[in-house]
């Protein structure tokens, strides 16, 4: 008997041991495609209802049904991206192919500069830095262009065979949790409340910030208002300082111009319609659509962005919602000995 328990426990751990190997091994050589990865999730999850209807209600084949939902991600998620992509291509395109016309722009700023402050930009050290964070920034960026082809193709191919097998693929994922079936099904809930929240949340507030920085930058005279907008719909997804990266500057550089009416304006629409408007945006936005709270999609936002590029956006927040759910679980079942049942009582 005993032979056999040690068998037993040897086979267990012995397979835990091959799974968890395997999964690090996995891991580590899909890490250059995980934005693909996590970015189909995210486009399923909000997708998911859409499947179901087709396929429950109007008795569609899943093939045929996928497909029309791949059509329909290209469309509303994809080609935008794309866009805004190749905005920022045109651009770097554009100084790469007419450096001179960069290089007699940076004179005129570090001239204005100097004028103020009596500081030389263009020293020999600063002109070396310059150049050097240049091309490092064109590598980084060509090798981004490169990797976002890649991850584009791949969140295609994952989102495809996750529309397929999406049923059987979310009873197996509940399966295996280590809960019963009513903390399973709590669990799955969460996550796809978190999700869909930050998949659309984020992006409705980046475009409505972007939306209000333009008009501010169209009134106070910035030049190429367009660009800098969108660069400030960026901006919003880094949490504390998020637009205020981009409107801050361009002020300066208006006051550089001597344009002092537009960039007293500018800092003063910046204050109190840029940066309030994402305040209460964010607020209303994340209580109405997932009740997470504002420090968890900051601090979930800092810890993602490193290990998920990108899609960190949608999933650091998720990462952190996820721990404090399941602390809350332990809380609920373990210290305060509330019964599986009840578990979820205080969230309704």
Not at 9 to 29: C, D, N, P
Not at 219 to 236: D, K, Q
Not at 247 to 257: G, M, N, Q, T
Request: include cysteine.
């Amino acid at each position: 008997m005993r032979m056999a328990n040690f068998k037993e426990q040897y086979w267990r751990y012995s397979l835990f041991v091959i799974i968890l190997t395997l999964g690090i091994i996995i891991v580590v050589e899909l890490k250059p495609y995980i934005g693909g990865v996590l970015g189909a999730a995210a486009i399923y999850v909000l997708l998911r209802r859409q499947m179901r209807y087709l396929t429950s209600c109007r008795r569609w084949r899943r093939s045929l049904a996928a497909s029309v939902l791949l059509v329909e991600a290209v469309i509303c998620f994809l080609i935008p991206l794309s866009l805004i992509v190749w905005m920022f291509v045109s651009k770097i395109q554009d100084m790469t192919l007419d450096p001179q016309s960069s290089m007699d722009a940076i004179r005129g700023l570090a001239d204005r500069i100097r004028e103020k402050t009596h500081y030389d930009l263009l020293q020999e050290e600063n002109i070396s830095s310059i150049v050097t964070m240049i091309t490092r920034m064109g590598h980084a960026f060509l090798q981004g262009i490169f990797s976002f082809g890649v991850n584009l193709i791949m969140l295609l191919f994952v989102l495809y065979f996750m529309l397929i097998g999406g049923i059987r693929m979310e009873h197996y994922c509940r399966d295996i949790l280590p809960f019963n079936s009513t903390v399973s099904r709590n669990v799955m809930k969460e996550i796809y409340m978190i999700v869909r929240s930050n998949a659309i949340g984020i992006p409705l507030i980046a475009i409505v910030q972007g939306s209000i920085a333009y008009v501010g930058y169209v009134i106070c005279g910035v030049p190429a208002a367009l660009f800098w907008a969108v660069i400030t719909c960026f901006a919003t997804i880094l949490p504390v300082v998020g637009a205020a990266l981009v409107w801050v500057p361009l002020a300066f550089v208006l006051a550089l111009e001597n344009s002092w009416g537009a960039a007293v304006g500018l800092l003063v629409y910046g204050t109190l319609v840029i940066t309030q408007s994402d305040n209460v945006i964010r607020l209303i936005l994340q209580k109405k659509m997932a009740d997470t709270h504002p420090l968890v999609t900051v601090l979930g936002v800092v810890i993602g962005l490193p290990l998920f590029g990108f899609m960190g956006v949608i999933f650091g927040p998720l990462v952190l919602a996820m721990f404090v759910f399941f602390v809350h679980i332990f809380k609920r079942k373990y210290l305060d000995g509330v019964r599986p049942s009840q578990l979820f009582a205080d969230k309704r």
